[in-house]
């Protein structure tokens, strides 16, 4: 059975920083493609960030380069999604999504003073 699990959301001002966690289990995770996603209120779902395969190649959204980092530990069947210098407008829900298919619940992310 295919699970996708994140944690690490939570309330943060402005300008500071979360790493978020996916923690996946029931298929071949090191060389599997995992995207970050998030969905604020009243907005479509959009894509984050993506980390593909063995070779950790990444993709970044452009409102988000630079300031967030997605990063994988094999040994821990785990994906991060680092996120710095956080502005109100990355206030959201945030996914993982592997290989295209499979959903994780969500972590709740607020930025607010």
């Known amino acids: 059975q295919v699970q996708l699990v994140e944690s690490g959301g939570g309330l943060v001002q402005p300008g500071g920083s979360l790493r978020l966690s996916c923690v996946a289990s029931?298929?071949?995770?090191?060389?599997?493609?995992i995207s970050w996603y998030r969905q604020a209120p009243g907005k479509e779902r959009e894509l984050v960030a993506t980390i593909f395969g063995t070779r950790a190649i990444t993709n970044y959204a452009d409102s988000v380069k630079d300031r967030f980092t997605i990063s994988r530990d094999n040994d821990k069947n785990t994906v991060y999604l680092q996120m710095s210098s956080l502005k109100p407008e990355d206030t959201a829900v945030y996914y993982c999504k592997g290989n295209g298919f499979w959903w994780g619940q969500g972590t709740q992310v607020t930025v607010s003073s």
């Open positions: 029931g298929f071949t995770f090191s060389t599997s493609t």
